[in-house]
């Protein structure tokens, strides 16, 4: 199987906060995190490997996430605003980020 | 965040044909590229690799070329076909952990 998120589509107000979840392909370690929208295109969020974050992109500490002894992750968006509406994409490989990386489809989330 | 560019270039081509899918990428210390195709509605989805300490690979229609000296990546698609429309992102590994994606560029193949 591949790489799951869920939920696939949310809607969310304004001030609220939101989790989104990832379970990578069995035996995957490493699971990045991607903020997709049309303007900004694909942006990097942050990078979990052995639920240790090893690195985070630009984004505010609204943003966070974590990694569980099974490697599912999940990520926290608080204090939501109209500009985080976007697609969430997850990908997950081996060992190194990006090295053959496999992505989920995506939770599209909504902000109003 | 970060990413690289604002806008999404357009590559039309005619069934058939080859296509050349062209990206720079910024960090001259960057060690591994890779080239992602997202269809509409769907999560980018890996077609080839390479590093840096190659300058060519090869896969099933498709050839990676890397020029590290101007910083330049392409993707060959060999007789292009209707279903390899979509956007395809080029992405470099700059050590840290982290992959930097490109703007992106979408293909259109005409029947």
């Known amino acids: 199987t591949g790489v799951t998120q869920s939920p696939t589509h949310l809607i969310k107000t304004r001030g609220q906060q939101v989790t989104l979840s990832c379970s990578p392909i069995?035996?995957?370690?490493?699971v990045s995190w991607y903020q997709q929208t049309p303007g900004q295109g694909l942006q990097f969020l942050f990078e979990?490997?052995?639920?240790?974050?090893?690195n985070k992109g630009n984004f505010p500490g609204r943003f966070s996430g974590r990694q569980f002894s099974n490697s599912r992750s999940e990520m926290n968006v608080s204090t939501l605003e109209l500009g985080d509406s976007a697609l969430y994409l997850c990908a997950s490989s081996l060992e190194q980020p990006g090295t053959e990386a496999f992505f989920g489809q995506g939770t599209r989330l909504t902000v109003v | 965040g970060e990413s690289v560019g604002l806008h999404l270039p357009t590559l039309s081509v005619q069934e058939g044909d080859n296509s050349i899918i062209n990206c720079a990428y910024s960090?001259?210390?960057?060690?591994?590229f890779i080239w992602y195709k997202q269809e509409s509605g769907k999560g980018p989805q890996f077609i080839i690799d390479?590093?840096?300490?190659?300058d060519k690979r090869q896969g099933q229609r498709v050839t990676v070329l890397l020029n590290k000296t101007v910083k330049h990546l392409s993707l060959q698609i060999a007789a292009t076909q209707p279903g390899d429309s979509a956007v395809y992102f080029c992405a470099e590994r700059t050590g840290g952990f982290k992959t930097i994606f490109g703007a992106g560029t979408r293909l259109f193949v005409k029947a």
């Open positions: 979990y490997f052995s639920e240790t974050q090893r």
């Open positions: 390479i590093r840096s300490n190659m």
């Open positions: 069995s035996g995957h370690r490493s």
């Open positions: 960090n001259s210390a960057s060690d591994y």
